[in-house]
């Protein structure tokens, strides 16, 4: 477990719903490990632990697997627990014009599904669905932006698309903090229509571990399902050089 310090920017990614163009780098890992909550109008719903592993192939490829441990309750019913949906995906950097340049990225992944019974208890959705983002970022000034527009593709369930915009300041070499906007509907009305607005960010305990924050809500009302309050804390673990970068190739 080697750690160089972390080249820090403000950037999408843990703790907030979109997702940057940023890769570990060659043979490096970047490990989150977090608890995150969604509180809503009759039902809550915990994430503890949510696994996020990314590894480096190369400096523009990322292999990722996602999977939550669900904890679901709702006002006056028991509480259920297991494994939710996993998301399996792969990350290409295709557009790398270094640190202050554009930054964009796909991110294919696979919702598998859960079994019936889970389904049953709230702890997961049908599968497989597959989920095609595209992830942009650049530099402006002082403050960064980045953006990601994904869409279900296939699969079971409903068709869904995303939004996602985060900006952000690094205010010392330690903390970064950033605002979110993300936007989420289904065809159909099938699911909840939620935009979320949330503020969180990182610090830099050292070159190995960072923590992790964000809370927010919905900004379009709670009557459907959307969150009257979500937030997320955690902890990124880099193994080896560095971890999440925009370093272009030589």
């Known amino acids: ?46 994430q503890t632990p949510q696994i996020d592993l990314n590894f480096g192939l190369g400096d523009r490829i990322q292999l990722t697997y996602e999977v939550p441990y669900v904890i679901a309750a709702t006002d006056g019913g028991a509480h259920t627990s297991g494994w939710g949906n996993a998301y399996p995906g792969i990350k290409w950097r295709f557009l790398d014009q270094g640190e202050s340049g554009w930054q964009m990225s796909v991110f294919p992944q696979v919702e598998t599904g859960v079994s019936q019974a889970a389904q049953a208890r709230g702890l997961g959705a049908a599968g497989p669905r597959y989920f095609l983002p595209i992830e942009v970022t650049k530099q402006f000034g002082p403050v960064a932006v980045d953006f990601e527009a994904g869409y279900y593709v296939a699969g079971v369930g409903p068709r869904e698309r995303t939004l996602g915009l985060v900006v952000g300041h690094e205010f010392t070499d330690r903390l970064e903090l950033d605002a979110e906007i993300y936007d989420d509907r289904a065809a159909g009305g099938a699911l909840p229509q939620s935009t979320t607005f949330d503020l969180g960010g990182r610090y830099k305990l050292s070159g190995s571990f960072i923590a992790l924050f964000m809370a927010g809500r919905s900004i379009n009302g709670f009557s459907d399902g959307q969150p009257e309050f979500m937030a997320y804390v955690g902890i990124q673990i880099l193994l080896k050089d560095y971890g999440r970068t925009l370093m272009s190739e030589p």
């Open 1 to 46: 477990m080697l750690c160089a310090p972390l080249t820090a920017r403000a950037q999408a990614g843990p703790p907030f719903l979109t997702n940057d163009p940023g890769t570990p780098g060659d043979g490096h890992w970047e490990i989150n490990l977090a608890s995150m909550q969604t509180i809503a109008r009759g039902v809550s719903s915990y």
